[in-house]
T-cell receptor, first 115, second 114 residues
């Protein structure tokens, strides 16, 4: 069985500050890991994904995440927050070799960026 | 390239009614997945269709059913609506069922059950 835990349902940072959104996963098989962003009244947009290979993954809009197997974590970071980063962020896991590519999502973290 | 589209955008129904939501997949995609996102929650997997066959199902009752058509568009049908069915319903398409096939999401249909 797979699951995702996102620590902190709400995170507030100042513009220009470091963004750190936490994600821990549980998976009995090697996982694929994803971060999605959701702006108000919109669908989900993929920020970045880890499948295999390099554990530091760079995504769109200056975001990156590092897969740490020993810590079962896939935290999302951005060095300097911008007002346009205010949105809800979801971490998700999919199973390597599964019959479907269904995504198991965390409960989300709402990021607020203060001027 | 046209992205994933969903219709309608918003829908209001009463308890006990039936509803049909529609999804057009991205060009070249043969796989469609449906998710339910309740307020304040992450999306929950309902089911997936691959080449017109159901390919997997989440923990949803049989009154949630679906179809996929030869052009790979899809419908989600919900019978005997309950208040808890109020949610954003997201459709996602992909070019296959492998875990590294990226899923592209539509904007969703907001269903309100009164």
């Amino acid at each position: 069985a797979q699951s995702v835990t996102q620590l902190g349902s709400h995170v507030s940072v100042s513009e220009g500050a470091l963004v750190l959104l936490r994600c821990n996963y549980s998976s009995s098989v090697p996982p694929y890991l994803f971060w999605y962003v959701q702006y108000p009244n919109q669908g989900l947009q993929l920020l970045l994904k880890y499948t295999t290979g390099a554990t530091l993954v760079k995504g769109i809009n200056g975001f990156e995440a590092e897969f740490k197997k020993s810590e079962t974590s896939f935290h999302l970071t951005k060095p300097s927050a911008h007002m346009s980063d205010a949105a809800e962020y979801f971490c998700a896991v999919s199973a390597l070799g599964g019959a479907t590519n269904k995504l198991i999502f965390g409960t989300g973290t709402l990021l607020a960026v203060q001027p | 390239e046209t992205g994933v589209t969903q219709s309608p955008t918003h829908l209001i129904k009463t308890r006990g009614q039936q509803v049909t939501l529609r999804c057009s997949s991205q060009s070249g995609h043969n796989t469609v997945s449906w998710y339910q996102q309740a307020l304040g929650q992450g999306p929950q997997f309902i089911f997936q269709y691959y080449r017109e066959e159901e390919n997997g199902r989440g923990n949803f009752p049989p009154r949630f059913s679906g179809l996929q058509f030869p052009n790979y568009s899809s419908e989600l049908n919900v019978n005997a609506l309950e208040l808890d069915d109020s949610a954003l319903y997201l459709c996602a398409s992909s070019s296959g069922t492998s875990g590294n096939n990226e899923q592209f999401f539509g904007p969703g249909t907001r269903l309100t059950v009164l």
